[in-house]
């Protein structure tokens, strides 16, 4: 009976010294739900050599920056505090091509650093003459997306999305999985004008 007692005691005890434990338990962190908007397109077809569709619910703007050349613009995704960099270059000799090819190469692998995965997809449309490199980069680096395009003539475009927030690519992922489609939607609408 002895033992009984003991062991029943030595039970309670360790049921009550479980009950005011005081550990702490973290929640994994969480992130605000975001509404995206439905899917819906316009046509940019002014005065610089190229056309292409860009979301609805992105503005198109001039680019401001010092340096500003003709046809630089930012679509801009104020909901999600991210643009789409867009520069364009008239391309005079081969080797500017090839320099601003290397350049753009360059600058995706700039991120190799912090990057975990840097995917190139070559864009072909050899109908529309638009030719390019697609470049898919994870991790929490500056840009998630970097594109050009080329007539291999005359004509170099090249994109580049960035958000003004610190990167943090688990947070972000969704919104750039989302912008990724416009982008697919620009280069597939993509044309030269001459």
């Avoid at 050599?49 to 630089?72: M, N, R």
């Avoid at 909901?79 to 360059?106: C, M, P, W």
């Avoid at 600058?107 to 997809?121: G, L, R």
């Avoid at 864009?123 to 080329?150: M, R």
Wanted: with cysteine; charged share 20%.
């Amino acid at each position: 009976m002895r033992n009984y007692s003991f062991i029943l005691m030595f039970a309670c005890l360790l049921a009550l010294s479980a009950c005011n434990s005081n550990s702490y338990t973290p929640k994994p962190r969480g992130y605000f739900k975001i509404d995206f908007p439905a899917k819906a397109y316009q046509n940019y077809d002014k005065d610089c050599p190229f056309s292409f569709d860009y979301p609805k619910y992105a503005t198109l703007v001039a680019d401001s920056s010092t340096d500003t050349q003709p046809c630089w613009y930012n679509v801009s995704f104020p909901q999600f505090n991210g643009r789409l960099h867009l520069t364009y270059y008239d391309i005079s000799s081969k080797k500017e091509y090839e320099n601003l090819v290397e350049d753009a190469r360059t600058f995706a692998f700039k991120h190799t650093v912090k990057a975990n995965a840097i995917d190139q997809k070559l864009i072909n449309y050899p109908e529309k003459k638009v030719y390019g490199v697609y470049y898919a980069i994870e991790g929490n680096t500056a840009s998630s997306v970097q594109f050009f395009l080329t007539d291999s003539v005359k004509h170099y475009f090249r994109g580049a999305l960035y958000f003004n927030e610190r990167p943090q690519y688990d947070s972000i992922q969704p919104v750039v999985n989302f912008i990724k489609k416009d982008i697919d939607r620009m280069i597939s609408t993509f044309k030269w004008k001459n």
